[in-house]
C-alpha cells in the first residue's frame, strides 16, 4: 500500500460511517427524505475517495484507467445525490432540471462503464505526476490523461455547481437566511475543489487533487450542522418537557380547585337541604311541609350532580344515567310509607354537560314528584305501582328524557300549555331554558297512567363514558 493512498482510505471510511448514520436515521423517521440523499451524497463520496485510493496505489498508468472510470462514475452519481439533497433542504429546485441534469449525469456514467476507448481516457498518454505534500513531502502517482467524454462530464459538473449556486440563492431570498449558510459553504468547498483540479491539469502549481478532499469536507460539514440541530432539537425537547410539566402541575392544581368548589357547593346544599328538612319538622301544615319537601328534593337534586362531578375525573361532563338512577332512587326513598311505587329506568349510557345536565335534572326531578305525588292516591289501589324513566340518543345530537307511570293518569281537560301547577310551570321555564320540546307522551304501556317527553338539543352529542 502506498502512503498517498492511506489518507482516501480513511476518508472513505468516514463517509461510509456518515452514510451509514444517516441511513438509520432515514430508516428512524422515514418522513424526511433529505436524510436518505445525504446519506447517498455521502455513500458516493465514500467510494470516489476508494476509487482515488486505488489510482494512487497502482504500479503502471494503464492500471489506473479503472480506478479513473470509477472515479467518474462515483463523481456523477454524487453529484446528482447532492442535487437531490439540495431539492429536499430547500424545496427550489425544479423537477425538469432533477430530471434533465440526472439524464445527463447518467449518460456520462454510462459512457465510463461501458468504456468507449481513447474517448474517455485516453490510455496512450500517460505521465507521472509528482505533487507536493505538507511538511517538504512529495509523492509521485501514475495517471493518463482524460478523452473528450470525460472533459465533457468535467464541465457538466461546473455547470451543475452554478445551478446549484442559483438554488441557494433562491433559497436565501426565500427567507431561510439561516439555513443557507451550510449550503453557499459546500458549493464553496466543491468550487476550489474544481478550481485546485484545473490549476493542476493547467501545471500552474504541483498539489494533490483536491476533489476527494472536498467531497469529505462537504460530509464533515453537514455532519457538523446536523449535529447542531440535534443539540438544538435536544434543548427544545428539554425546554417542552419542561414547560409541559409546568402546565401539568398546573392543570392538577386546577383540577384540585375544582374538585374542591363541587364538595363545597355540594356541601352547601346539602346545609340548604338539612334547613329545609327542620323546617319542614316545625310546619304543622301539611301542604307546606310538603313544599318544603319539594325544595328540599330541588337542592338535592342539584346537590347530587356536584357530588357527581367531586367523585368524577371529568369536572365537565355528568354521568346522567347513573345520576338519574340515583335521583329516583333518592326520591322514592324520600316519599316512603305514603304507597310509594316502584321504579324502572331504561338508559343508555350517556354523559351530558353540566349546563345540560342541572336543568334535565330537575325536570326530571319534577316530573318523578309529581307522579310518586299525584299518580297513586291512597284511594284509588294502582297494582305493581311503577315510575318509568327512559333516555336515549336521538340524532344530531339530541337526547330524548321520558317519565311516565301507570298511574291513574292525567285529567280529560288537562292542557300543557295553560297548566296552573306550580311544578309544571318551573318544568316549562326549565325546558324553555334548554331550548327543549315537552310534550305529554304514551304512559306505560297496558295502563292508563301518564307521560311526558322532553326533547333536548345538546351542542355536543352524548358520549358513552
Sequence with gaps: MKPLALPNLVMAS?????????????????????????????L??????????????????????????????TLNLTGLAFLWYFSEQTAQVKRRAVALFALLLGLGSLAQIIGLGDLTWAAGRTAVKSVSLPLGLRAVYLEVDSGPLTDVSYYLGVLLLAYLLR????????????????????????????????????GLYRFPFTMEY?????????????SREMLE??????????????????????????????????????????????????????????????????????????????????????????????????????YRGEGSPGSRIDAEDMRLGIDTAIPCGLIVNELCTNAIKHAFPPDRAVPDPEVRVLLRR?????ILIGVSDNGVGLP?????????????????????Q????????????????????????????????
Excluded at 441511513?23 to 436524510?35: I, S, Y
Excluded at 338539612?274 to 338535592?300: E, M
Aim: aromatic fraction near 8%; include cysteine; hydrophobic fraction near 50%.
Design 167 to 202: 438554488v441557494a440563492l433562491l433559497y436565501r431570498r426565500s427567507g431561510a437566511r439561516r439555513e443557507s449558510v451550510p449550503l453557499f459553504w459546500m458549493l464553496g468547498i466543491v468550487a476550489l475543489a474544481y478550481l485546485s483540479d484545473f490549476a493542476v491539469d493547467e
Design 214 to 226: 472536498a467531497w469529505l469536507a462537504v460530509v464533515v460539514l453537514v455532519g457538523q450542522q446536523r
Design 44 to 73: 458516493g463520496g465514500a467510494l470516489f475517495n476508494l476509487a482515488c485510493a486505488g489510482e494512487y496505489n497502482v504500479a503502471l498508468p494503464v492500471e489506473s484507467i479503472p480506478w479513473l472510470r470509477m472515479q467518474a462514475v
Design 394 to 398: 336521538l340524532d344530531s345530537g339530541r
Design 14 to 42: 468516514v463517509c461510509f460511517t456518515v452514510a451509514f448514520y444517516e441511513f438509520l436515521t432515514w430508516l428512524r423517521v422515514r418522513g424526511r427524505l433529505r436524510d436518505l440523499a445525504f446519506a447517498a451524497t455521502s
Design 233 to 334: 432539537a435536544v434543548a427544545a425537547k428539554r425546554a417542552l418537557q419542561a414547560s409541559e410539566a409546568r402546565l401539568l402541575a398546573s392543570l392538577e392544581e386546577k383540577d384540585l380547585l375544582l374538585k374542591e368548589i363541587h364538595h363545597r357547593v355540594k356541601n352547601n346544599l346539602q346545609i340548604i337541604s338539612s334547613i329545609l328538612f327542620l323546617q319542614a319538622r316545625r310546619v304543622d301544615d301539611p301542604s307546606f311541609r310538603a313544599l318544603l319537601q319539594d325544595c328540599r328534593n330541588q337542592v338535592a337534586s342539584m346537590a347530587l350532580i356536584h357530588e357527581d362531578l367531586y367523585r368524577s375525573k371529568d369536572f365537565r361532563n355528568v354521568d346522567f344515567s347513573a345520576y338519574v338512577r340515583t335521583l329516583l332512587s333518592r326520591l322514592i326513598g324520600s
Design 412 to 432: 280529560e281537560d288537562f292542557d300543557l300549555s295553560v297548566t296552573a301547577s306550580f311544578g309544571m310551570r318551573i318544568i316549562g321555564k326549565l325546558a324553555e
Design 434 to 465: 334548554l331550548g327543549a320540546e315537552l310534550s305529554v307522551a304514551r304512559a306505560v304501556p297496558g295502563s292508563r297512567g301518564a307521560g311526558f317527553e322532553l326533547v333536548v338539543p345538546c351542542s355536543v352529542p352524548a358520549e358513552s363514558p
